[in-house]
């Protein structure tokens, strides 16, 4: 029940770059699987990546080969670098564990827009 706490969203423009983290009050790598979500307008939520305590990652096919999910050692986060952002990718991003999210439990979000 550690929080896990988002930012890094904002304002891009097609084809830009930016990075969201995920902080942990505990260390990140206590935590046995860590998932960045998003929610766009009109859509259900869904799971862009997610990244395991051995280091491995699962991508939605929406998302391969744009971005990528790292820990973060000296933040104690959980990273999503996203590249070549799209119209579609606007949304609400949020950093929650599979067995919160199963509990549908979220925290603030950090809204990321795409727009020129």
């Known amino acids: 029940q550690v929080p896990l706490v988002e930012s890094g969203g904002g304002l891009v423009q097609p084809g830009g770059s930016l990075r969201l983290s995920c902080a942990a009050s505990g260390s990140i790598f206590s935590i046995n699987a860590v998932g960045w979500y998003r929610q766009a307008p009109g859509k259900e939520r869904e799971r862009v990546a997610l990244i395991f305590n051995d280091g491995g990652t699962n991508y939605a096919d929406s998302v391969k080969g744009r971005f990528t999910i790292s820990r973060d050692g000296a933040k104690n986060t959980v990273d999503l670098q996203m590249s070549d952002l799209q119209r579609e990718d606007t949304a609400i991003y949020y950093c929650?564990?599979?067995?919160?999210?199963?509990?549908?439990?979220w925290g603030q979000g950090t809204q990321v827009t795409v727009s020129s």
């Open positions: 929650n564990t599979p067995r919160k999210a199963s509990r549908n439990v």
